[in-house]
């Protein structure tokens, strides 16, 4: 699933190529990807349309147009926001596709077809419930200390549940936690003032590493969970430390990095460095 590095990195492709075009045509032809409105006001809406501001907000994607509408769009797991020539062979699962008025597609794609996109006035409506913002101010290491105070679900849980940071998922959880030296299984109200201020500075490294090396592609060319706008795959996923690495040795110590299931996500640490 595209991550925060991940969503950052199409925001920064997309807004040289989106800044200022308009969209001149639209089809819908999986009707459940657009979230709101429907998705015969959603064709309605965005055409005559024109790109004019890119923001992100946890793994959301904020292309904002010049009426004052936003598009918001979540990948969840397998979503793919591509722009291609106009007479590119269509890619299999697309599900959108607006034409853009310099003669090229941005095309929605998603084999699974959880992605949603919004067409919004007003942004709170689909972000309201999400907590601070990691790589902001907003995100301090006392603000995660009264977020897993009492908690007894494991630190791995509290990390991707989008309340208490946004925008970390499997990926970014379990690099955060090696990082930090602290096992994943541990309850989060059991981490100590010390671990937390570790943990929290290992949680904005980690992301600002996946932003700068434009996120993580996992899985075989042409499979990916994640590619760029263009086409071209993330880098990060060849700096991983424990991340898919079960067996493989720590880079730091040399034991086989172990994997476990919690919250029913594949988790993946040193059971030496992270006790
Ligand atoms: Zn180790």
Not at 38 to 52: H, K, L, N, R, S
């Amino acid at each position: 699933m595209p991550e925060l590095p991940e969503v950052e990195t199409y925001v920064r492709d997309l807004t040289p190529i989106l800044s200022g075009r308009r969209v001149v045509g639209a089809r819908v032809a999986w009707p459940r990807t657009i979230a709101w409105p429907d998705a015969e006001m959603f064709v309605a809406q965005i055409v005559g349309q024109q790109f004019a501001q890119f923001g992100r907000r946890g793994k959301y994607m904020l292309l904002g147009l010049a009426s004052g509408l936003t598009m918001v769009v979540h990948l969840r797991m397998t979503g793919h926001l591509l722009v291609a020539p106009a007479d590119a062979v269509a890619a299999p699962h697309t599900h959108v596709v607006m034409e853009l008025d310099d003669g090229r597609h941005l095309i929605y794609q998603d084999s699974r077809k959880f992605g949603r996109i919004w067409l919004v006035t007003n942004t709170a409506s689909v972000l309201a419930k999400l907590g601070p913002e990691p790589l902001d101010d907003a995100f301090s290491a006392q603000g995660l200390a009264a977020s897993l105070r009492g908690r007894t679900a494991s630190i791995k849980a509290l990390l991707l549940d989008q309340h208490i940071v946004a925008g970390v998922g499997n990926i970014y959880a379990d690099e955060s936690l090696f990082r930090a030296r602290i096992h994943p299984a541990r309850p989060g109200g059991s981490l100590n003032e010390a671990e937390i201020a570790t943990l929290h500075s290992a949680i904005r490294d980690v992301l600002s590493e996946g932003i700068a090396n434009a996120g993580s592609s996992l899985g075989a060319s042409g499979l990916q969970n994640y590619s760029r706008p263009g086409g071209a795959p993330g880098g990060f996923q060849e700096k991983f430390n424990v991340f898919r690495r079960t067996g493989q040795p720590c880079p730091r110590c040399g034991a086989m990095i172990e994997r476990i299931v919690l919250a029913q996500r594949s988790t993946h640490f040193c059971p030496m460095c992270q006790r």
